[in-house]
Each structure stands twice: as structure tokens, then as C-alpha cells.
């Protein structure tokens, strides 16, 4: 277990994405997945920067990495782009 899903839990549902997406996501340093799990906007509780993602799971459109989660605060639905080359 990574020092990420020691922090996170495993938070992603790994049966959830797809292969590619999957690959690209494991591709980033685990600082910089972690940073990106951390710094989610949620419309619903409108906290400022900082508001995790957690239940995530990803799919590849085109180059990026769409990732779709719920807000570790409230609940909300949060989505995070990662932009590929």
C-alpha cells in the first residue's frame, strides 16, 4: 500500500477505470495525484481550495483524464480534469 492510499484510503474504484485512464493516472508521481485528489472545487459546500475527492474513478477523453468523485467534505459530485500532452 502507497503512502497516497494510506492517506486517502484506496479511494479510487479501481473497476472504474478504464484501462488507458488507469495507466495515465498511475503514469503521475503519487505527490502530484495527491495534490490533484486535494484540490477539487465543490459546488455544493463551496470550501475554498483543499476539498478532496474520494469514490473516484476515470476515463480518458481524447489525451485528458476526466475524474469523477464525490467531495470528501459533503458529498458532492466533483469532477477533475488532468490534461494530457
Not at 1 to 30: C, H, N, T, V, Y
Not at 50 to 71: A, F, Q, R
Amino acid at each position: 500500500m502507497s503512502w497516497l492510499e494510506r492517506i486517502f484510503g484506496s479511494g479510487k474504484r479501481q473497476d472504474a477505470f478504464m484501462p488507458e485512464a488507469k495507466d495515465f493516472w498511475e503514469s503521475i508521481a503519487e505527490e502530484t495525484r495527491a495534490r490533484i485528489l486535494q484540490s477539487v472545487w465543490c459546488v455544493r459546500c463551496k470550501k475554498p481550495t483543499g476539498v478532496p475527492m474520494v469514490n473516484y474513478s476515470g476515463k480518458l477523453e481524447e489525451k485528458d483524464l476526466i475524474l469523477t468523485g464525490k467531495c470528501g467534505h459533503c458529498g458532492g459530485k466533483v469532477t477533475r480534469l488532468v490534461e494530457g500532452e
